[in-house]
Nanobody, 129 residues
Framework: QVQLVESGGGLVQAGGSLRLSCAASGRTFSMYDMGWFRQALGKEREFVAAISWIGGGTYYADSVKGRFAISRENAKNTVYLQMNSLKPEDTAVYYC??????????????????????WGQGTQVTVSS
């Protein structure tokens, strides 16, 4: 049984930083792509960032490019999202997802929530102005 557990969310002032972690179990972590999505109150879930299974490819939404960085540590079955220069509009529940297959290096593939077969329970990030 695959489990994804996010941690690291919290309340931070605008301009601050947080690092989210997502620990995976129940599947060979190193063989699958990982992504972070977020969902603000009253809005649809949106893509934030993704990293390929071998870690060489990273993909970002335009809204977070240059501020967020995704990384993975296969030895620890963990993916991270370093978030810097946070803005109030980054406030959302952040979810990590694991893909159901190895994706080709196409940005559009990583954007699709339907490519992610497993999800964590989410962690709340609140950025105050």
């Amino acid at each position: 049984q695959v489990q994804l557990v996010e941690s690291g969310g919290g309340l931070v002032q605008a301009g601050g930083s947080l690092r989210l972690s997502c620990a995976a179990s129940g599947r060979t972590f190193s063989m699958y792509d990982m992504g972070w999505f977020r969902q603000a109150l009253g809005k649809e879930r949106e893509f934030v960032a993704a990293i390929s299974w071998i870690g060489g490819g990273t993909y970002y939404a335009d809204s977070v490019k240059g501020r967020f960085a995704i990384s993975r540590e296969n030895a620890k079955n963990t993916v991270y999202l370093q978030m810097n220069s946070l803005k109030p509009e980054d406030t959302a529940v952040y979810y990590c997802g694991m893909t159901g297959r190895k994706l080709s290096p196409n940005y559009s593939d990583y954007l699709r929530a339907t490519e992610y077969a497993y999800w964590g329970q989410g962690t709340q990030v609140t950025v105050s102005s």
